[in-house]
């Protein structure tokens, strides 16, 4: 059953940071773009950064730019979302996604999402 599992989030004071993980359950997991999105409440999931199959290839929405940075480690079939300096913004549940191509498609291209895990900042 292929299945992603985030972790990591919780509660933090704005300026902090935190490391969010998502394990894959996927045998073909290195040959696949993935993202991570959020979703706030009242609000549409938004896309805040993705990382194409090799890692060489990465995308960031501009509100994240500078503090936020996507991983990955093929050999444990896991990828990661550093977060720092966070902001009361960025309070959402932070979900993982596996798209079904290499290189970082739009929104559509993703198929397999995880539960989320939430991150709440506090001011």
């Known amino acids: 059953q292929v299945q992603l599992v985030e972790s990591g989030g919780g509660l933090v004071q704005a300026g902090g940071s935190l490391r969010l993980s998502c394990a894959a359950s996927?045998?073909?997991?290195?040959?696949?773009?993935m993202g991570w999105f959020r979703q706030a409440p009242g609000k549409e999931r938004e896309s805040v950064a993705a990382?194409?199959?090799?890692?060489?290839?990465?995308y960031y929405a501009d509100s994240v730019k500078g503090r936020f940075t996507i991983s990955r480690d093929n050999a444990k079939n896991t990828v990661y979302l550093q977060i720092n300096s966070l902001k009361p913004e960025d309070t959402a549940v932070y979900y993982c996604?596996?798209?079904?191509?290499?290189?970082?498609?739009?929104?559509?291209?993703?198929?397999?999402w995880g539960q989320g895990t939430q991150v709440t900042v506090s001011s």
């Open positions: 996604a596996a798209s079904y191509v290499s290189e970082i498609p739009t929104l559509a291209g993703y198929g397999i």
């Open positions: 996927i045998r073909t997991f290195s040959r696949y773009a």
């Open positions: 990382i194409n199959w090799s890692g060489g290839s990465t």
